[in-house]
């Protein structure tokens, strides 16, 4: 299909120093093959009106756990480990595929409703969540969740390394599989080595939780003399295909290993802040030249999946936290959430920013509401005032999912309407009721 988008502001996020222009964008085949001039000789199929809109690149969520969302407000107000051993492992204990594949089709539902296009998942049932992905046509990047203390014959391990024949570059390259160890304090030293040469076997990406709490720095130190950060570089399982989510709590010297290896910081300010984690060193962190992404964690921690809450908080809280209200400026904030995560999901050779011979992944962001106008500088407007429900399109890939605000891709209502159903049988399991 032929697409062209009509004199929109275009954020192409390829220059700082001129960050919007007014251009058409044209598509063709899922890719952008102008931007600008647009030569008479292409026809579209279909013409969309950008006038008074932004089109950008979609945003990328790095670090989620989509169905989750079945668990949303279900338990809030309570430390990390709490919250997780006494609250939310014992349900996810009664999870089944059903359950996982209508949680991650509501998560996609508000992942494209606030300007999404690519994600980063890390649960359980992957397979289901490979079928969503599939049926609606977002982009991701999928890792089976693998927690090595309840796995001691490893077939986590080869349930990835099968998921990854099965799924990794399908749907026309739109869906990869990555190794998803979940954490140093849930993986043994053999384990994580273990979950690393795989990921380096498939020549594949490895997304980790790091250094998310203070009690697990602590227990780090009393167990292995050393923090989280320096103890995966002592068992040699950090590169640039790394991914760590968090990284919290890190001093100046773990900084400098993630930056000699290349590792990448997936930020989650609203679930770090919601579990009383505190804040990540982001304006050291970008300071110092590591790769930073921005996530918005699942929605049992945070309890949503809208970016642009996560970018606000980005821009806010590195100014607050660190004095200076040049933290952190606008333009640097949706770096993390456009090429920065492309970068750290190893896809910027396919996304992150709006240029010819890139897919067409990208959104509209509507100017014609009150705390949109004026229009002094777009690109603080799309951090500082710009909410979900201004996102207007979403297109992925070259095929549009969402067109002035209905969805093409999934019936909205029928998603909830099963969410709800499932999530209902699945307290009921774990409550040892009937279905």
């Not at 962190?285 to 996530?295: D, F």
Request: hydrophobic share 40%; aromatic share 6%.
């Amino acid at each position: 299909m032929k697409l062209l988008i009509k004199d929109a502001f275009v954020i192409t996020m390829t220059s700082k120093d001129s960050p919007v222009v007014c251009r058409d964008i044209a598509i063709e085949e899922g890719m952008i093959s102008h931007i600008g001039e647009v030569p008479s000789a292409f026809i579209p199929d279909k013409i969309i009106d950008g006038t008074g809109h932004i089109a950008m690149p979609g945003l990328i969520n790095a670090h989620t756990h989509m169905a989750m969302s079945l668990l949303r407000n279900y338990a809030d107000d309570l430390p990390l480990m709490e919250w997780l051993s006494e609250k939310i492992w014992p349900v996810e204990g009664h999870l089944n595929g059903e359950a996982v594949y209508a949680g991650t089709l509501l998560s996609l539902v508000e992942l494209i409703r606030s300007g999404v296009t690519t994600y980063r998942d890390m649960y359980f049932y992957m397979e289901d969540v490979a079928r969503a992905t599939e049926a609606v046509g977002l982009r991701a990047v999928l890792g089976l969740g693998m927690v090595g203390v309840t796995d001691p014959e490893q077939k986590l391990l080869s349930q990835t390394k099968a998921f990854f024949h099965h799924w990794h570059l399908s749907c026309d390259g739109r869906i990869r599989v990555e190794v998803a160890p979940h954490a140093p304090y849930t993986c043994s030293d053999d384990y994580l080595k273990a979950a690393f040469e795989l990921s380096q076997s498939l020549e594949t990406t490895m997304h980790i939780h790091l250094s998310e709490s203070l009690s697990e720095v602590k227990a780090s130190y009393d167990t292995h003399g050393v923090s989280p950060v320096k103890h995966l570089e002592d068992l040699g399982v950090l590169n640039k295909h790394v991914s760590a989510a968090h990284c919290v709590h890190i001093d100046q010297k773990d900084i400098e290993i993630l930056k000699q290896h290349g590792v990448s910081v997936l930020y989650n300010p609203s679930s770090n802040l919601k579990l009383g984690n505190g804040f990540a060193p982001i304006a050291q962190l970008m300071e110092a030249g590591v790769n930073v992404a921005i996530g918005t964690d699942g929605s049992a921690s945070n309890n949503n999946l809208n970016l642009f809450e996560e970018l606000h908080l980005a821009a806010l809280v590195n100014k607050g936290v660190t004095g200076d209200p040049t933290a952190l400026p606008a333009y640097k904030v949706l770096e993390i959430a456009t090429i920065n995560g492309a970068k750290a999901l190893g896809i910027d050779h396919l996304v992150g920013t709006l240029e010819v011979g890139k897919r067409a992944d990208l959104i509209l962001i509507d100017l014609e509401k009150p705390h949109l106008v004026p229009h002094h500088d777009l690109v603080s407007a799309v951090v500082y005032s710009a909410a979900a429900t201004d996102v207007s399109h979403v297109i992925c890939d070259g095929v549009v999912l969402m067109e002035d605000y209905e969805f093409t891709c999934l019936d909205e209502k029928n998603v909830m309407t099963q969410a709800k159903l499932e999530a209902s049988k699945l307290i009921k399991r774990h409550k040892g009721g009937v279905e």
